[in-house]
């Protein structure tokens, strides 16, 4: 059974960094790729950023493009991503999510099979 949990969500405020992490258990996606989302009450969920070994590249959404990183292990069974500059709007509900066999970084969720639970991450200004 494959398993994708958060952590490192937290209260911050305008202008600090926070480090999210996320473990798979049950398979690894050296084949596959895994990313980031976010979710802000009343809004869609939304990509932030992607990263495939397979392929070798990482994407960012424009919004956080220059200000957060997205890493992983050479196995793609844990992921990062490193935010730093954090705004008020990048508050959200951050999700880590993954899919296997592919040669792309899907940014829509629909592209992804598994999804963690969720860390929340909240910028005061």
């Known amino acids: 059974q494959v398993q994708l949990v958060e952590s490192g969500g937290g209260l911050v405020q305008a202008g600090g960094s926070l480090r999210l992490s996320c473990a798979a258990s049950?398979?690894?996606?050296?084949?596959?790729?895994m990313g980031w989302f976010r979710q802000a009450p009343g809004k869609e969920r939304e990509f932030v950023a992607g990263?495939?070994?397979?392929?070798?590249?990482?994407y960012y959404s424009d919004s956080v493009k220059g200000r957060f990183t997205i890493s992983g292990d050479n196995a793609l069974s844990a992921l990062y991503l490193q935010m730093n500059s954090l705004k008020p709007e990048d508050t959200a509900v951050y999700y880590c999510?993954?899919?296997?066999?592919?040669?792309?970084?899907?940014?829509?969720?629909?592209?992804?099979?598994?999804w963690g639970q969720g860390t929340q991450v909240t910028v005061s200004s």
């Open positions: 999510a993954a899919r296997n066999f592919t040669v792309v970084v899907p940014t829509q969720p629909s592209g992804y099979n598994y």
């Open positions: 049950g398979r690894t996606f050296s084949r596959g790729a």
């Open positions: 990263i495939s070994r397979r392929i070798g590249m990482t």
